[in-house]
């Protein structure tokens, strides 16, 4: 049996491929998907070697090359370039040693499943044993390749209910999963502290006890996620016990829970969902059955796990440009990596991210700081807060003093930027629930100051810039299926809010908002 050094080395053996033509295979990728990086033989020679010539350590990669790497594999750059498991078929099949993140969901598992301690772990090393990548990465590419609206049928038609929020307008006519009410749709409420009352609160600390199918779903997303070099870490995560939020502000109750918990529960009813689409079954939804089975469930969210994330539609003023044209706001939209956990390959607005705290879980439940942070980590280049790296040894690592030079700017002076929730719901899919944000950068000198160097990190596969004046555009871009439908329902609150505020610099499509 072929022996390999790396994960890297077995991927590129399985394509059939030398080393000098995966060099020329990265190259025409890289051209064809705007990929900044760039692999020569003798580099691919050290990593495939997982050394340096003399023997010495590889040392960190060159972040535009490992977004390159990882982008084509499905896999991270650490897993790539670790040991394949010894005695897996045709070495397919990464160990668990390659992914310590996931240490924390075997000691959960074990516990919510009532197994003896270590047998989480043991099921996912001996499905990874038997693991088929090529079958995995096919599911996935299946699941994305369903469409934002069939989604939001299938969900409709399992509620029973039509009043999920939508628009209809001059050729437009589209409906999200996300359930709204009136009172939390149209808002333009500054995120400062009189408007952001949420409160945190002490949970019962309970674990949920998992049934045997449940449980074996649970292995299953993890030998998924360890076969397809899906980051995964146990942080804490805000978890929603009460909600009331209008024009007033946004107030209620959270308590912090763990990502694991949500992941391996609430987090697995959007991939049954999507299997359940693309078999053309109605009755594929036993997770749903069990863990949200119907509205009541839904609004319920302090009977459930109800976790959540914050997502904001960034408009940037640009001066007036020769080639470009008026004065106008750039507005930014993602597509999804393969890495992240749910929402993968769609399009969505930037940030997008899990409301959950740092280091002050009191202080981090504002809506605004969660913002703030994801704006750092997402755009302007700050991996020292990304949570899925681990604990932050920084005390404060949102103090002032560790801003980014973009963000410091915009702090500087009043006026720079506005930071407004739009809207709030609940997302059918999953239950989650879903702080919609606006973020409006006033001062257009900041385009020419900072523009150049945002930048995504490795949540996003790509980004696209769309003009705020550009009507026609944007009116095709809200009709994309490949959109999450969450995304979706943050861009067009975001649009709605910038059309009553952008005066001269937009000219966006008008529409009637629907189910609420």
Partial sequence: MRTFRTVLEQRIWERRLTLEEFVEEAELYAREHREPGTLGLRHLQRLVAGRRSADEPLGQVKASTARLLESMFGST??????PPMEGSPGGSSVGISAHPGLAGAFEWLDGAAGWLSGSAAAKVSAGLKVADVGMFQGQRARRSRISRQ?????????????????????????????????????????LDAGNERLALVQGD??????SAGCAEAAVQRLVMAAALGVRFANLPLYRLA????????????VDVGSFVEYALTMDLLEAELADAV????????????????????????AGRVCAGGVLSLVAIAR???????????????????????????????IPKGFHQPLTDPRADVRIGATLRRELEEELFGRDDVDVTAGASRAASPMHPGRWSAPMRWLEDEPGRMRMECTGFGLNLVSGNYEFATLVVVEDEE?????????????????????SSLDGELITDLVQQEAWSNEGLFALLQG????????????SLPSFEVSGL
């Fill in 446 to 466: 900041f385009w020419p100051r900072f523009g150049g160097q945002l930048e995504a990190n490795w949540e996003a596969s790509g980004l696209t810039l769309y």
């Fill in 205 to 210: 600390g309970a674990a949920p006890v998992l």
């Fill in 278 to 301: 693309v078999s053309g079954s109605k009755a594929l939804n036993p997770l749903r059955d069990r863990y949200l089975p119907d509205m009541d469930a839904v609004v319920d969210v």
């Fill in 319 to 349: 001066p007036a440009d020769p080639f470009r044209g008026a004065a106008d706001y750039a507005l930014i939209v993602q597509t999804r990596s393969d890495q992240v956990v749910n929402a993968a390959g769609k399009l969505a607005v």
């Fill in 77 to 82: 750059v650490e897993v790539l370039l670790s």
């Fill in 150 to 190: 069939q989604i939001a049928d299938a969900v409709r038609r399992y509620y029973r209910v039509n009043d999920t929020f939508g628009v209809r307008g001059l050729g437009l006519d589209v409906q999200t999963s996300v359930f709204t009410r009136s009172e939390w749709s149209g808002l333009g409420l500054p």
């Fill in 242 to 253: 009460e909600i009331d939020v209008s024009a007033r502000g946004i107030g209620g109750a």
């Fill in 495 to 506: 649009l709605r809010r910038l059309r009553e505020i952008g005066g001269s610099r937009v």
